[in-house]
């Protein structure tokens, strides 16, 4: 029997003798599907003809107490299975991650412009949107806090400022040649994934629910859907077998409308499915946070920075979501590739009556790193020196000086194995850089109104979560009679071919072909309890728990045979598909 064509090209043979292993270049698993347009995603799985639709009612004010709220025109309106607002959660009224302080409905007052206030479970959308705009809410108007300079300036935060510091900075600007210091501030940023938010949900005996979503953490919606249904996490299973984009996106914000469809599928006892368009996406969700960073350094003749302070202000949002890891993070990386002995990043976390922020790409990183940045670049125009210069003069310590010179971070890290510099300087050769910048200041010269420029710019950014025991996977690996083997891991697909990357893993382990290993779709019921598919690590945490979860069972298979036929364990070996 010939197998089915998987994708992947089976003229590709490796040194090993196998088709696809991990020194091998594959195309995504799923390419071929996304191209010819029929690659799954949570809005094309089949539904029962009476499956129901959900849609969120939003809050038209950024601050306001509600006063009265009657639905009961909502309620009779064509097409309205069921009407769903705080007071029908069986449960615990929230979808924050971690601290418990976000709402799935408004009860009392919305903070935000497009807060979640109740939901319809309709036989149609366009029943839905009739229906919403029957509700007859009154409202008090409160006074908004939305930017970053309000909230300052009112105190308005989510906790204490956060300090990380190394040194004496203030004296070491005191007493630094020359001084400087500015601001900059940095604009927040829309995902933009293809797919929107998506959720359907199925229930089933005993109360239990399916759930297929569009999220980088099916654990996490598990656990909140149970909590807002006022059930155990065993009796919620959550699949997902891809995004269509995520960036950090789909992370946290996922449960709003995972829950609302559960929410509805346990009231009706209907299959519901809840599916942002656009429009909706962008009021009810969280983007990248912008910040504002003060920043003051001490500097020499040459530009090397002796001191610096910087002073990190975010906006969160109404409620923390992952803001206090995000601001970890972005004081984290405030040195970026520059060893600065003596430093000091403050970090304040604004509360505003906007949507929470949340994790994007990069997780606070990015930001971070801008105000030194911008630092650097403003003490180059000071000096009138080429801002790759002073770069190079603060970069952290090469990896071959003696272990006693290498530098050490504000939050107390050894930088051992710093290659900056050969990296640079590989950069600068390979880009021309030298040449190009001179004929770019040539044409500046000449030029009054067009300007051009060039820029080289090192990043130290670090890999996992700063949370040590979110480092962690699972994966499940079985092994047929026919030799084929099914992968089931934690991780979660959304373009970026992790899928691809830890079948190769499983398939170099066990020396098989690629298309002999089948990965199923991501299931809280085959694996529990597992982190986000985030902060880049997923082929790492996942690649890794799927290679164990092989190596044991080939390690099984080698001490059975070797019984079996009384020979030493080494000589039984796994080459091109036989042992």
């Known amino acids: 029997m010939t197998p089915p064509d998987t994708g992947h090209s089976k003229d590709i043979q ?83 991650p971690v601290y418990g302080d976000d709402p799935v409905f408004a009860d009392t007052e919305v903070n935000y412009v497009g807060q979640a206030v109740f939901a319809v479970a309709a036989e149609t959308m366009a029943a839905a949107r009739a229906a919403i705009g029957l509700a007859k809410i009154s409202y008090e108007e409160l006074p908004a806090i939305i930017t970053i300079e309000a909230a300052m300036q009112a ?23 020359r001084t400087l210091s500015g601001s900059i501030d940095i604009g927040g940023q829309e995902h933009f994934y293809l797919e929107g938010q998506a959720a359907l949900a199925f229930p089933g005996e005993d109360g239990d629910m399916l ?24 009796a919620v299973t959550v699949e997902t077998r891809r995004m269509g984009g995520g960036f950090g996106g789909k992370e946290s914000q996922g449960s709003l409308p995972a829950i609302t469809a559960a929410l509805a599928a346990h009231l009706t006892g209907r299959p519901a499915k809840t599916v942002y368009d656009r429009d ?14 003060d920043y003051q350094v001490g500097f020499d003749d040459e530009g090397r920075i002796l001191g610096a302070v910087f002073d990190q202000a975010m906006r969160c949002g109404m409620s923390w979501d992952l803001s206090e890891a995000i601001a970890a993070r972005a004081m984290c990386h405030a040195d970026n590739a520059y060893h600065i002995p003596h430093m000091r990043v403050v970090s304040h976390r604004c509360r505003t009556h906007t949507q929470s922020n949340t994790a994007f790409r990069g997780f606070g990183g990015p930001q971070g790193m801008l105000g030194v ?76 109104l067009v300007k051009r420029g060039i820029a080289l710019t090192p990043v130290k950014f670090g890999i996992s979560f ?50 002999t290993v089948r990965i199923t779709a991501t299931t809280t019921g085959k694996v529990p309890n597992t ?45 091109a598909g036989h042992v």
Do not use: W
């Not at 191209?35 to 809005?43: F, N, P, Q, R, S």
């Not at 105190?155 to 040649?177: E, K, W, Y």
């Not at 030799?483 to 066990?510: D, P, R």
């Not at 890794?544 to 080939?554: E, F, K, V």
């Open 14 to 96: 490796t040194t090993s003798g196998i088709v696809g292993d991990i020194r091998t270049p594959l195309r995504h698993d799923s390419a071929h599907k996304h191209v010819a347009g029929t690659a799954l995603y949570v809005d094309d799985i089949a539904t029962p003809e009476n499956s129901l639709v959900v849609l969120i009612a939003q809050s038209p004010h950024a601050h306001a107490r509600i006063t009265a709220m009657d639905l009961s025109a909502v309620a009779a309106a064509p097409g309205i299975v069921r009407v769903m607002s705080a007071a029908d959660i069986p449960g615990k009224n929230d979808c924050a």
């Open 155 to 177: 105190g308005s935060f989510l906790g204490p400022a956060a300090t990380m510091a190394c040194g004496d900075p203030d004296a070491a600007i005191a007493s630094a040649p």
């Open 211 to 234: 759930v297929h979503a569009s999220t980088q953490h099916p654990s996490e919606i598990q656990h909140k859907i149970a909590d807002v249904l006022g059930m155990g996490n065993h």
């Open 280 to 293: 909706d996406d962008f009021m009810l969700t969280g983007k990248r946070h912008d910040f504002r960073i």
């Open 373 to 448: 940045e911008r630092a650097i670049d403003e003490v180059a125009h000071h000096l009138g020196l080429d801002p790759l210069v002073v770069r190079r003069h603060n970069f952290y310590p090469h990896r071959s000086v003696p272990a006693a010179q290498h530098g050490v971070t504000q939050y107390g890290q050894t930088v051992a194995d710093c290659i900056i510099q050969d990296i640079v300087d590989e950069l600068e050769t390979t880009a021309d850089y030298t040449r190009r910048r001179a004929e770019i200041e040539a044409f500046n010269s000449a030029n009054d």
């Open 466 to 515: 700063n949370t040590q025991f979110l480092n962690q996977a699972g994966a499940l690996v079985h092994v047929y009679s026919d030799g084929s083997v099914q992968l089931n891991h934690g991780g979660t697909e959304m373009g970026q071919g992790l899928n691809t990357k830890v079948a190769q893993i499983v398939a170099n382990e066990f020396q098989i072909d690629i298309d």
């Open 531 to 575: 982190s986000a598919t985030a902060a880049s690590s997923g082929t790492d945490l996942n690649g890794m728990a799927a290679q164990a979860a092989a190596r044991t069972i080939r390690l099984r298979i080698r001490d059975f045979l070797a019984a079996q036929h009384d020979l030493p364990a080494d000589a039984v070996r796994f080459v």
